[in-house]
């Protein structure tokens, strides 16, 4: 069974640009979680998405949105980049049918701002 | 952002040693779950606890439901080499969000 994918691995952006972060979840899956993984903060919720609506969100600024496919894939974009936003963002899904479904992992999207 | 309180921060041990370690919460969770993260890659899913007194095995790794429902601990038995990395706790009240642990970092000695 595949896993959950990420894509891009790795991307460089500098200040005041855009990105866009894709996440596949496993076959089947439809809860997508974002999180941002920094040294000094640890792993933070962004939000979580089922059937294609925003179902929980954490304590992040606006400039933080998501949204999901049919087909449950997931993207995540941030606007207007600042230099605190490098972090590694993380990919969890979950079938999301039952509270308390364990989440699993994609290797997550390494951004760094310049 | 929330966290749970997870300890020890780091840890050194011999190979062949047992690891221990522990996740507290300030709220009731309905289920803890651990995760290993090795350097360059996202958290694998170790184990999943889901009624309080629960203890779980995969493998080395065992892991414990405390029974006031805050907090969950960790054991891995006769640890190699392969065992280090982070790794990290997180519980859910029902609410389909998990709220992570700070992180326990381990390295073995050979």
């Known amino acids: 069974k595949a896993g959950v994918t990420q894509t891009p691995r790795y991307l460089i952006k500098t200040r005041g640009q855009q990105v866009t972060l894709s996440c596949s979840p496993i076959s089947g899956h439809r809860s997508v979680s974002w999180y941002q993984q920094t040294p000094g903060q640890g792993l933070q919720f962004l939000f979580e998405y089922f059937s294609e609506t925003q179902r929980n969100k954490g304590n992040f600024p606006g400039r933080f949105s998501g949204r999901q496919f049919s087909n449950s894939r997931s993207e995540m974009n941030v606007s207007t980049l600042e230099l605190g936003d490098s972090a590694l963002y993380l990919c969890?899904?979950?079938?999301?049918?039952?509270?308390?479904?364990?989440?699993?992992f994609g290797d997550g999207t390494r951004l760094s701002i310049l | 952002g929330q966290q749970l309180n997870q300890s020890p921060q780091s840890m050194f041990i011999q190979e062949g040693e047992d690891v221990s370690m522990n996740c507290t919460s300030s709220?009731?969770?309905?289920?803890w779950l651990w995760y290993k993260q090795d350097p360059g890659e996202g958290p694998v899913l170790l184990i999943a606890?889901?009624?309080?007194?629960e203890l779980t095995s995969n493998g080395r790794p065992t892991a414990q439901f405390g029974i006031t429902r805050k907090d969950s601990f960790l054991n891995i038995s006769a640890s190699i080499p392969s065992d280090v990395g982070i790794y990290f706790c997180a519980g859910s009240s029902g609410t389909y969000k998990y709220i992570f642990g700070t992180g326990t970092r381990l390295k073995v000695l050979a």
């Open positions: 606890l889901y009624k309080a007194g």
């Open positions: 969890a899904s979950s079938s999301g049918t039952g509270v308390n479904q364990p989440q699993h």
């Open positions: 709220s009731i969770f309905n289920t």
